[in-house]
T-cell receptor, first 111, second 111 residues
Framework: GQNIDQPTEMTATEGAIVQINCTYQ??????LFWYQQHAGEAPTFLSY????GLEEKGRFSSFLSRSKGYSYLLLKELQMKDSASYLC????????????FGTGTRLTVIP | EAQVTQNPRYLITVTGKKLTVTCSQN?????MSWYRQDPGLGLRQIYY???????DKGDVPEGYKVSRKEKRNFPLILESPSPNQTSLYFC??????????FGPGTRLLVL
């Protein structure tokens, strides 16, 4: 089974840095994804971590600690268009690769 | 353009009237899946397919059927829809069960 937790809502200021945390409990962990979803649209892939450490991609970075069951998504130089939901998802290997999503963190960027 | 398409995008139907939501991808991906997204519950996997003629249940398969006769298509079938199947449905595909590319979504209302 799996249990994925992330904050429901966050607010941050344009130009600032925000960190969105995700904790998980799962058996057969095989990687963690972050997706961005604007209201009324499909989720879009942001990052994938399978090994411990930080993966940086432009303004977005994602960190994973497998021993702690913890990840975070770091957004730098926030822009208004970053207002969206951010979904943490864990791949669990139980005979096949199943992807389980958290309920998402709705980020609001204010001027 | 690489994409996942779904049809219809919006559908209103009545209880018990069979319906099919089509999904097609042009990326030659092996892995396809269906999700439903409900407020407060996040994305939940309904069914997935790792290849042609190979399908398996996800988290919430009750009341749904799928088929995978060709690599590019993965239709979702509701034999006898009920109001609790009112939801936003997403089809997704990936090369190997990793980073998934989502279709635009189908908003279904069952009266």
């Amino acid at each position: 089974g799996q249990n994925i937790d992330q904050p429901t809502e966050m607010t941050a200021t344009e130009g600032a840095i925000v960190q969105i945390n995700c904790t998980y409990q799962t058996s057969g962990f095989n990687g963690l994804f972050w997706y961005q979803q604007h209201a009324g649209e499909a989720p879009t892939f942001l990052s994938y971590n399978v090994l411990d450490g930080l993966e940086e991609k432009g303004r977005f970075s994602s960190f994973l600690s497998r021993s702690k069951g913890y990840s975070y998504l770091l957004l730098k130089e926030l822009q208004m268009k970053d207002s969206a939901s951010y979904l943490c998802a864990v791949i669990e290997v139980t005979g096949a690769n199943n992807l389980f999503f958290g309920t998402g963190t709705r980020l609001t960027v204010i001027p | 353009e690489a994409q996942v398409t779904q049809n219809p995008r919006y559908l209103i139907t009545v209880t018990g009237k069979k319906l099919t939501v089509t999904c097609s991808q042009n990326m030659n991906h092996e892995y396809m899946s269906w999700y439903r997204q409900d407020p407060g519950l996040g994305l939940r996997q309904i069914y997935y397919s790792m290849n042609v003629e190979v399908t398996d249940k996800g988290d919430v398969p009750e009341g749904y059927k799928v088929s995978r006769k060709e690599k590019r298509n993965f239709p979702l079938i509701l034999e006898s829809p009920s109001p609790n199947q009112t939801s936003l449905y997403f089809c997704a595909s990936s090369l190997d069960g990793g980073a998934q590319y989502f279709g635009p979504g189908t908003r279904l209302l069952v009266l």
